[in-house]
């Protein structure tokens, strides 16, 4: 019974290369929503995704990021060109539980941009 | 003004003490609310959710919702070192769907 599934779990990237985050929800679960922590600071909403569908990406950089949900295949996390900031933990979460109101969180990626 | 407020600590208390946690929310229309717990390098974990006005305990966990006051806490009994993390506060903002917001989260000392 597997829980949510993130890959890889430290990924280091040189600035101007691309990193490509994934993430499998819980069997059973068709929502997934990324945030992103930075050190000493909480978790921030990016994106929130059904199967095929954004449902909400406010919380996204207007440049360089972009998320996907295919209707085969996990979640994936995309940050092109990427720079020093873009170092930070990324949290990968489905929704399930009685209500449909409570968040699984994956081990998350922590992304290192050299 | 942020959706959801919390202190940033650290609190620290000693072993077997009560520890006491607040928050705050902005968004007068938010229904549902959590505590999640995040031990240092670790993916954050649901602890306890509470929806209506008043008291939920489990086990040593006690939260506490005032939507009068905007106001939720979690007490958590005879604290032990293990319980050492940061507790983030999580709110699900009325808007249609399930968007979940948090707060920074309050670093929780226990010392033995």
């Not at chain 1, 954004?54 to 295949?73: H, L, N, T, V, Y």
């Not at chain 2, 607040?22 to 959710?49: A, H, V």
Request: proline content about 5%.
């Amino acid at each position: 019974n597997a829980g949510v599934m993130q890959n890889p779990r430290h990924l280091v990237r040189r600035r101007g290369q691309e990193a490509r985050l994934r993430c499998s929800p819980m069997k059973g679960h068709s929502h997934v929503y990324w945030y992103r922590q930075l050190p000493e600071e909480g978790l921030k909403f990016m994106v929130y995704l059904q199967k095929e569908n954004i449902i909400d990406e406010s919380g996204m950089p207007k440049e360089r990021f972009s998320a996907e949900f295919p209707k085969e295949g996990p979640s994936i996390l995309r940050i092109q060109q990427v720079v020093r900031g873009d170092s930070a933990a990324y949290f990968c979460a489905s929704l399930g539980g009685q209500g449909n109101e409570k968040l699984f969180f994956g081990s998350g990626t922590q992304l290192s941009v050299l | 003004q942020k959706e959801v407020e919390q202190n940033s600590g650290p609190l620290s208390v000693p072993e077997g003490a009560i520890a006491s946690l607040n928050c705050t929310y902005s968004d007068r229309g938010s229904q549902s609310f959590f505590w999640y717990r995040q031990y240092s390098g670790k993916s954050p974990e649901l602890i306890m959710s509470i929806y209506s006005n008043g008291d939920k305990e489990d086990g040593r966990f006690t939260a506490q919702l005032n939507k009068a006051s905007q106001y939720v806490s979690l007490l958590i009994r005879d604290s032990q070192p293990s319980d050492s993390a940061t507790y983030l506060c999580a709110v699900n903002i009325e808007g249609g769907y399930q968007k979940v917001t948090f707060g920074i989260g309050t670093k929780l000392q226990v010392i033995p």
